[in-house]
């Protein structure tokens, strides 16, 4: 039997730790009751997970457990913020900005929305995904809705300046919804500290299950109101109508408490691995990095391999499991919309690929990585 290939996209999605996985079965088999059976044992107990998984998330945020909306994904979460903020707050005004390098999640809904007749603003980035914020804040006016960024990108791991973007869009008193799907288990994500009023994460970006995300809602200062997109049974305040997913979210729970733990070792370990495979690649004068610099998250790297397709190459190795882009997108089979964004030419971006390395990468993982590509691109030379 041919040994597995060495998984190198996490950023995709990470596999399920232990700990959290023997902190989901319990609600899979004898405490398999509804939260929202409120007359006996089996939906206490289920509700009782349920707000020891909100404690955990809200923490992890440095937020209320009062803010923390259970969701399907951060894909849901999203439009649960950005539809219900646009239909909450209509009448203050249509208007929302946002970034070119944007996830899909979020570009997509804007479009909706502008089909819909609000007023969409798309700002640009610079070849290292710096927003301009000079720019921003001649866009953000007095009918501004809300002002979205995600705090580290999918593809890049660009890290934005969402707290100076929060400070430019309170200034004209927009909110600010922030996509922190990535950051989780990579950075330090606290609301407070950001100037957030909204904030999505995934559980299955940080070693969770798929299938299960939260949402924050800030409930002072201001109080963020929302209209919901699904309805029927009035779970989560009435913001999002649906049986809970007992195990899922005591998943998640887990998952934001081990995140919150290890963050710092977390962190150092995957910096040095990345450090370590950079060094190697870039030594072939074939390869370049699409983004540099210390403003990004600490397990990603996105580099250019001059003259050689990525739909040519990854079939020459198996043994590898990387990608060129974000995954909701993989199938399209066209350049990546946030290298495009950052000036690379459609050539340029569909020679280019990401490597997202987690907390189950190793130094011999790495090693054997760059010897394949670096073997393997000799070979075509």
Not at 52 to 70: C, M, N, P, W
Not at 124 to 139: F, H, P, R, T, Y
Not at 140 to 164: C, F, Q, W, Y
Request: glycine content about 8%; aromatic content about 6%.
């Amino acid at each position: 039997m041919s040994e597995r290939p060495i998984y190198l996209d996490y950023n995709a999605t990470t596999p399920i730790d232990k700990e959290v996985l023997k902190a989901m079965l319990p609600y899979l088999t004898e405490n398999y009751g509804n939260a929202s059976s409120k007359t006996h044992s089996f939906g206490w107990i289920a509700a009782e997970a349920i707000q020891i998984a909100r404690e955990q998330t809200s923490e992890l945020l440095g937020a209320e457990s009062k803010e923390i909306i259970f969701t399907s994904g951060a894909t849901e979460s999203l439009n649960l913020a950005i539809q219900g903020v646009a239909q909450a707050y209509s009448a203050r005004g249509r208007h929302f900005v946002s970034f070119a390098t944007e996830h899909k999640a979020v570009l997509d809904v804007l479009q909706q929305l502008k089909v819909l007749g609000y007023e969409i603003s798309i700002l640009d980035v610079d070849s290292q995904g710096n927003i301009d914020e000079a720019k921003l804040e001649q866009e953000v006016r007095e009918d501004t809705l809300a002002v979205i960024s995600m705090l580290a990108n999918n593809e890049t791991g660009k890290v934005l300046p969402v707290e100076r973007i929060s400070a430019i869009a309170r200034k004209k008193g927009a909110l600010v919804i922030c996509d922190a799907s990535q950051a989780i288990g990579k950075m330090k994500v606290n609301v407070d500290d950001l100037g957030v009023d909204l904030l999505a994460i995934s559980a299955h970006k940080f070693y969770g299950p798929k299938g299960v995300a939260a949402l924050y809602v800030r409930r002072k200062k201001p109080r963020v109101k929302l209209q919901p997109i699904i309805f029927g049974g009035g779970q989560e305040s009435g913001i999002r109508a649906g049986t809970l997913p007992t195990h899922q979210i005591a998943g998640l729970g887990m998952a934001a408490k081990l995140s919150m733990n290890h963050l710092q070792d977390d962190v150092a370990k995957l910096l040095n691995l990345r450090n370590l495979l950079e060094q190697d690649l870039t030594a072939n004068n074939r390869i370049t990095l699409n983004m540099s610099g210390v403003d990004r998250l600490p397990n990603t790297i996105n580099f250019r391999i001059r003259g050689l397709k990525a739909d040519r190459f990854f079939p020459m190795l198996p043994e590898l499991s990387f990608s060129s882009g974000s995954a909701c997108t993989s199938a399209l089979k066209e350049p990546s919309h946030v290298l495009l964004a950052m000036g690379l030419t459609e050539e340029e971006a569909l020679e280019s690929y990401r490597i997202s390395i987690g907390k189950y990468t190793n130094a011999d993982s790495i090693e054997k990585a760059s010897k394949l590509i670096l073997g393997k691109l000799s070979s075509l030379s």
